[in-house]
């Protein structure tokens, strides 16, 4: 039996709509809907029930999928244990800034020990990229915070952490036990770049400005506010330059730092380094 149908089929289970598993998989739907059959037609057995609202298993297809995520699972370890065994593994990860110092100290060593001829690539990102690479194709998994579209990706949260508008120490604000950002119309926050996920945007920028500065980093920002007393939010735990400070808003939820993959490359490495991850950094 051909692995690339089951794949294909395991996608199409897991969306439930044809056209969004041809978008996971990078493929447009007619081929996608040629396979199906093609896959049925092999197995002489109705698989999906099509319906305009979407897909949904047979018993047969339930049966199918259940076998055929369990083959799949074990044929990707089976690759990764190969390409373990010849030191040909590697893994990308992708940081913002605030992250990567997760990378070393209780990971890292955890990591080694159980993959030691992975070769790991950290890849850093810049706030107009919340995915830190994965959109792009660039890394394997990815330490973020949300919020941000996490359609075709899967996701696992780490913790939360509250966030505050970070300003001069001897800001008037500083007095307050906590702000609301859209109360502070009258302040000149930073702006990232044009393109920046809407979510994300939303989330960590204030009330539009005409002279707001467009900045990429957190150093970016941080120096911004030091020097030109521009107005931006970070976690209450950012460590910042001497004569900043950070109080905390009332009107954000906390942020989520999360990994994050793609949902069509879970391969063996990549969920061994998710466990490994959230036990140690939970």
């Known amino acids: 039996m051909d692995l690339r149908l089951l794949r294909y089929f395991q996608a199409v289970v897991e969306e439930r709509h044809v056209g969004r598993a041809a978008a996971r998989l990078h493929m447009t739907q007619p081929p996608l809907s040629r396979a199906l059959r093609q896959l049925e037609s092999d197995l002489g057995a109705t698989l999906l029930d099509r319906t305009p609202q979407g897909v949904r298993p047979t018993p047969a297809g339930e049966a199918l999928y259940a076998e055929a ?128 996920d809407p979510a994300w945007a939303a989330y960590w920028t204030g009330p539009p400005h005409p002279d707001a500065p467009v900045l990429r980093t957190i150093q970016e920002c941080l120096q911004s506010v030091l020097w030109n007393g521009t107005s931006a939010l970070a976690p209450l735990d950012q460590p910042l330059p001497p004569g900043l400070v950070t ?15 793609r949902a069509d490359r879970v391969t063996p490495l990549v969920r061994s380094f998710v466990h490994i991850a959230s036990s140690r950094l939970r």
Do not use: N, Y
């Not at 699972?73 to 940081?95: K, M, N, P, Y």
């Not at 508008?165 to 859209?182: G, N, T």
């Not at 109080?247 to 993959?261: E, F, K, Y």
């Open 69 to 196: 995520r369990a083959l799949l699972e074990q044929v990707d370890r089976l690759r990764e244990r190969v390409r373990d065994a010849a030191g040909t593994a590697t893994l990308a990860v992708g940081t913002l800034a605030d992250t990567a110092e997760l990378l070393s100290g209780r990971l890292v060593a955890a990591f080694r020990s159980e993959h030691p001829h992975v070769t790991v690539s950290v890849h850093e990102s810049d706030l107009s990229d919340p995915t830190a690479g994965l959109r792009a194709g660039l890394v394997d998994v990815a330490f973020t915070r949300a919020p941000f579209d996490e359609t075709g990706l899967r996701v696992h949260a780490l913790t939360s952490e509250p966030i505050g508008v970070v300003m001069h120490a001897d800001d008037p604000l500083v007095r307050e036990s906590s702000v609301a950002v859209a109360e502070l119309r009258d302040r000149r926050w930073i702006r990232l770049p044009e393109g920046t």
């Open 247 to 261: 109080v905390p808003v009332r009107d954000r939820a906390p942020s989520r730092l999360l990994i994050a993959w």
